[in-house]
């Protein structure tokens, strides 16, 4: 694979606003024995999508590629769990051009073939090449297609590189950080559940009420629902 260089990922500016940005359409496809959530975010404009999670069935996921006339400019890990990443390479191998695929480095540990090689027990695929994350998800950068704006936002503690990736004031994509009355588990290697809890208060929680979850597993909420609802988080 030809990478592109990674020119739309760009630093943020210093202050903390939520970078403007036209609202995505959303388009969920849920996949993979351990039903994780892939999701395409589409400009709607240009129609330039970010497909965030390809986790198994790629055939699914490029149909609905194809049925929508989506032009795909990057692939994004939330994180590296193979239930998130397994359909990368058959995805890439289906589009009609070289895109990157970002995750954060301090992922770069669930790359690895050993590691990839879980998710057999499962069914996940493992391709021939495992691919490498050629762009670099580190907090503040911004994922641009089109008018399209998603800030990186270093949410670690599921994984040392989970991201949750923040659309303005319309949604966060919160990987398996945050879920629905729920949070991601820390007992896997790399886990830390400390981080975990420091990550939703600091990070998700102090984002706008009523910003869109859209959680990498199951179904979605709001961050005020959660603040108000979430019996795993204590916020007092
Ligand atoms: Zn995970
Ligand atoms: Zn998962």
Request: overall charge negative; aromatic content about 4%.
């Amino acid at each position: 694979m030809t990478p592109h260089p990674p020119s739309e990922i760009t630093p943020m500016a210093e202050s903390h606003q939520l970078p403007p940005t036209s609202r995505p359409l959303i388009e969920c496809i849920v996949v993979g024995a351990l039903a994780a959530n892939c999701y395409l975010l589409t400009c709607p404009e240009t129609r330039e999508t970010i497909v965030v999670d390809p986790g198994d069935d790629a055939a699914a996921i490029l149909t609905r590629i194809a049925a929508l006339g989506l032009n795909v400019v990057s692939i994004v890990h939330t994180h590296g769990h193979f239930d998130h990443i397994s359909a990368t390479e058959a995805v890439l191998a289906g589009l009609s051009k070289a895109v990157p695929v970002a995750a954060h480095p301090a992922d770069e540990y669930l790359y690895s073939r050993d590691a990839r090689s879980l998710g057999r027990q499962f069914g996940y695929p493992l391709p021939g090449v495992c691919v490498s994350p050629n762009a670099s998800l580190v907090d503040g950068a911004a994922l641009r297609a089109g008018t399209l704006v998603l800030e990186v936002v270093h949410t670690p503690g599921h994984t040392p590189g989970s991201v949750s990736l923040v659309c303005g004031d319309t949604c966060v994509l919160a990987g398996d950080t945050l879920f629905r009355r729920g949070i991601g588990r820390t007992d896997l290697p790399g886990g830390d559940e400390d981080q975990i809890y420091h990550s939703i208060l600091t990070s998700l929680y102090t984002l706008p009420e009523q910003l869109l979850v859209l959680p990498g597993h199951g179904e979605s909420t709001t961050i005020g629902e959660e603040q108000r609802g979430n019996p795993f988080v204590r916020t007092s």
